[in-house]
């Protein structure tokens, strides 16, 4: 990798290195010197997963998992057994997430790494800084204005730090575009063209969980597409300024299947308990008994707290949407065209970046087709999980392809580790426990890239309801998302 040799970001916004030093303070090494950190979870579904292996795994040298913590003892039960698996001595301490700042208190808490539903980040974060803990938290920050308002405030109290794990900058394929754009062979930056289309397996899997209710997600523009506007963000170096959105629920929902004649449908898709497996699959149901480790979470543990993962993607109450576009204008000039659907027939994704001096563009196709394959079926996101296919006309894989004006088009290389996102997760959960080293990528995130991305988000949600472009400084998020104060 080589360093930037031309910045293309805007002549107000801080350098590279600048944002990666904030950025390696935040995922710093362990709190306690020559120990290991102290470390609680809180929120035991599927996301939690990947962090207990690791503690447990290649970084139970600097970390100590002391407490699980969920207000469904069923899930939290169930990593308890997986612990045991992985070789812990016995069973880690439970205890109530209302309890959270005292148990903090109690048992000298470093970090608290949070894996909750979305609009619980805020509180979470927040009581967990002002009880003396840093916070790692999954995409995204949160889900609205206050929340940034509340967390930025948190922050500034206390001096404490908040990761937010954004593993897509890790992934080799996302690297490499960045490697490009900061070498400056394409030049200034001016425009980004970027589509992310989710398939009728991994998109329908976020119309039938808590995820379909924009009170509990932000829907897709900050739940999912934070992710995306973080790449954006940390591709170009800018800060985002204004947005328009525009968008809907086109294809999931009581309406649209009406409007198709597709017939009454059940609310779930696990039957009852007694009864038999149908030979016939509805590609848009999911049956939790299927799965094993679905099962065992949460279709074992509804009695607990009522939460059904499987509801039907075309039942009522749906309030997020399925069809989305934005642009988004940066403080530094260059704007960004961006879509996304969640009903597509293959999922993955196509960047272009535009400079002064040539462009670049990245195509990514996690699935080729989503067929009557259960195999295909039960592999809800092929990012996390790569998934072989023989398909002869679009083809798993990756290309980065980049042409000067006035030269011809080469590609780009990208060498792919082990593991989720191209090797991608190890990356960051190495940041994550051991700290960060140089990085002249600056893919280290600090809270300041959780807010940036999730304003984009925010202020989309706020175009959707008015019709009209949104200023994110009239966002009032608490802090200049350019000088970081």
Known sequence: MVNTAESTSAPEARSEAAHSTEAAAAAGAPARQGGKARIALIGTGGRSEMYIRAIFGKHADTAELVAFSDVNPGRVEFYQKLIQELGAPGPVAAFDPADLTAFIQANTIDRVVVTTPDYTHADYIVEALRAGADVVVEKPLTIDAEGCRR?????????????????????PRNSALKEIIQSGVIGKVTSIDFSWVLDT?????????WHREKKNSGGLLI???SHHFDLVNWWIDD?????????GLKFYGDKNAAERGLGPRPERGTPDADAPATAEKDPFTLDL?????????FLDNEHYDGYRRDQDVFTGGITIEDNLALVVEYQGGPRLSYSLNAHSPWEGYRVAVNGTEGRAELEVVERAAVTSSTDKKTVVDPSAT???????????????VVQRHWEAAYEVPIVNGEGGHGGGDELLLSDLFNGPGEDPLGRPSGYLDGLRSVSVGIAGNRSLESSLP???????????????N
């Open 151 to 171: 967390i930025t405030q948190a922050v500034h109290e206390t001096g404490r730090n908040v990761v937010v794990t954004f593993n897509y900058r890790y992934s």
């Open 201 to 209: 397996v991994h998109g329908a899997d976020y119309f039938r969980r």
């Open 223 to 225: 739940h999912k597409a």
């Open 239 to 247: 800060v985002p300024e204004r947005v328009f959105a525009s968008g």
């Open 289 to 297: 008994r299927e799965d094993e480790r679905l099962k065992a979470l």
């Open 386 to 400: 790569p998934i072989e296919e023989d398909d002869a006309i679009r083809r798993n894989g990756e290309r980065l």
């Open 470 to 484: 949104v200023r994110i400084e009239d966002l009032d998020l608490g802090v200049d998302l350019r000088r970081g």
